[in-house]
């Protein structure tokens, strides 16, 4: 049976650690590196209801886009928060590793899979990773299948991502040519959209002084959520691993969380 390091290796090739930012917490979150894993959980978050879903489908690890651990911890309620996770987590025997930035950056990562989702065509990277190959970086960006405006690619995403609403800063009404994406939180990059030739930016977690820019520049910034603009990327994790695990000849199942759910609730 495969070990776990074997599949952090795999998981590795396909986001690779140097592409994670400074401030942030790819790699093994939880786990014993030589356990046996024959089934492997992809989820958004490492939630301890993820956990536990893993341990009655019999997955040894829970392979998380979001980290569990960003700051150093003080003391650990098993409990409570983090605690609870780590205590479920231990207690199944189930590994827990976070392919966050890493996983940000490459081509058919999470701004691919958003692009993807959102029906774009010609992609290109939006902010290029320095020392890397040609589309690598945060975000893409590319064309509508058809014509539309800022109000149509909203809706669409509403549609395509399920999610229940949508802000838009500008101008809803402007024709869109061009659309740049970046999955989770993107305000950094609104210069970017901009110097890009993007006439709509569709991103997550606008803070309001940024959207506040943004109508300054004529740039129609649609804000679809951190959940709904990073959701597609876990069953194109899930597609990507297995097909990894078949090229390495690994016997291992690749699952997805059916427990994983926007925190938010609109009323």
């Given amino acids: 049976m495969p070990k776990l390091y074997e599949i952090i290796q795999v998981i590795e090739k396909i986001a690779p650690p140097g592409l994670a930012s400074e401030w942030d917490n790819s790699g093994l979150q ?159 990059l609104i210069g970017a959209a901009l110097a890009s030739g993007a006439d709509c930016f569709v991103t997550g977690d606008v803070k309001y002084h940024d959207a506040l820019g943004a109508q300054g520049t004529g740039l129609v910034v649609v804000d679809i959520g951190h959940f709904g603009s990073e959701l597609p990327v876990v069953e194109r994790m899930a597609g990507l691993l297995d097909k990894a695990f078949k090229s390495a000849r690994l016997k291992v199942d690749v699952m997805v969380s059916g427990v994983q759910s926007e925190p938010w609730t609109s009323v």
Avoid: M, N
Wanted: charge should be positive.
């Fill in 30 to 188: 939880i786990g014993d590196s030589g356990a046996d894993v024959k089934r492997v959980l992809v989820a958004l978050d490492p939630l301890t209801e993820v956990v536990e879903e893993a341990a009655r489908l019999g997955c040894g690890l829970v392979l998380a886009h979001h980290p569990l651990f960003f700051r150093p911890l003080k003391r650990l309620d098993l409990s409570a928060g983090q605690g609870a996770v780590v205590g479920a987590a231990v207690r199944a025997g189930v590994a827990v590793y976070s392919a966050h930035t890493s996983l940000d950056r490459v081509p058919d990562g999470v701004s691919g899979a958003l692009a993807d989702a959102l029906g774009l065509k010609k992609t290109a990277v939006l902010e290029q990773a320095d020392g890397w190959p040609k589309g690598y970086g945060f975000g893409k960006v590319g064309v509508p299948a058809k014509k539309t405006t800022a109000r149509g690619i909203a809706e669409h995403a509403k549609i395509a991502l399920g999610v229940a609403s949508v802000r838009i800063t500008g101008d809803p009404d402007r024709p869109v040519k061009k659309v740049a994406v970046c999955g989770g939180s993107g305000s950094e």
